[in-house]
């Protein structure tokens, strides 16, 4: 790790919520029938993102503006922060030795500001999807935590660096696969994107987002897209070896691997219907918690088999 790495990182971001936003709109396009061409989508995304720059910003009576921004803000904040953690080759810009729980921790204050963003402007449909995207993570989270930690199990540590040295010679989600599929599910509903989008539904006129507009709009939007692309970057020291792999860098192989988890999601994204709220709670509750329990459990067993280590 370099000492440029920390300052490296927010460009990385940025230029993910990039890739996101314009495979997103070419996918759009595609289904649209205007073709998938990606120049169509960028220049598309470009006009939007300054068109939102200059839009008027629209307030509501009696509207509390610091809630609101402080929403915002802290959305941004918890992906950049949450993202710290993951290894831009063998080292993190910030490897803490609790780096799993961190990110967990960063994703709690998601929930918050979400939350917040719905509280802010004094609406009934905005508070609607705040609450809908709590709703959505209390369903999500215990599935999610048994997925991590499960990574965190078979590795012995919860810092980031060790899980990607215990895969040196097989990635977690050979051996972990309901963990892993878990965790893409949940992190797919940590974004509140795809199908798991109702806290922003059209249903509920954009929910948390219905009162936003010009840079407030534009800034929970790169937020929202922020934590898709930190997600989706912890799933590559997860599960699928960090920088290991053969003849590129190991930073090349972080990129790589982020950039086809990305894509997973923003194709699952036109392909699955928005889930009902009560539907996902089931699914959650029923099948992926069970069956992420007795994930952690097999991990256990092998963990106790090798003598307690995780290599």
Do not use: C
């Amino acid at each position: 790790m370099t000492s440029a790495t920390p300052f490296l990182l927010p460009v990385l971001l940025v230029a993910g919520v990039w890739f996101v936003a314009v495979l997103d709109g070419a996918l759009a396009d595609r289904a649209a029938g205007y073709g998938s061409g990606a120049r169509r989508a960028l220049s598309r995304t470009g006009r939007e993102a300054a068109r939102l720059l200059v839009a008027q910003r629209r307030t509501t009576l009696a509207a509390d503006g610091l809630l609101r921004w402080a929403g915002v803000l802290a959305l941004i904040v918890a992906a950049v922060l949450a993202a710290g953690v993951v290894p831009l080759g063998w080292e993190a810009p910030a490897d803490l030795s609790v780096g799993v729980v961190w990110f967990n921790a960063m994703e709690v204050v998601a929930w918050a500001a979400v939350w917040l963003v719905g509280w802010g402007p004094n609406s009934a449909l905005s508070l609607t999807g705040g609450y809908r995207f709590v709703a959505q993570g209390l369903s999500y989270e215990l599935p999610h935590m048994f997925a991590i930690i499960t990574a965190a199990l078979g590795a012995g540590s919860l810092r980031m660096s060790d899980i990607v040295d215990a895969q040196a010679d097989v990635w977690f989600a050979v051996w972990m696969p309901a963990a892993f599929a878990a965790y893409l599910l949940s992190a797919t509903a940590m974004a509140f994107w795809g199908p798991f989008d109702a806290p922003v539904g059209r249903d509920v006129a954009g929910g948390a987002a219905g009162e936003l507009s010009g840079v407030d709009r534009l800034l929970f939007e790169g937020g929202r897209r922020l934590l898709l692309v930190a997600a989706a970057a912890v799933a590559v020291p997860l599960f699928l070896g960090g920088g290991h792999g053969p003849w590129l860098p190991a930073w090349a192989w972080v990129l790589v691997k982020t950039l086809a988890v990305l894509a997973l999601l923003v194709w699952v994204r036109h392909r699955l219907p928005v889930l009902r709220m009560d539907r996902w709670s089931e699914v959650s509750w029923i099948v992926l918690l069970p069956l992420t329990m007795l994930q952690a459990l097999a991990v256990a067993l092998v963990v106790l088999a090798r003598g307690g280590g995780g290599q």
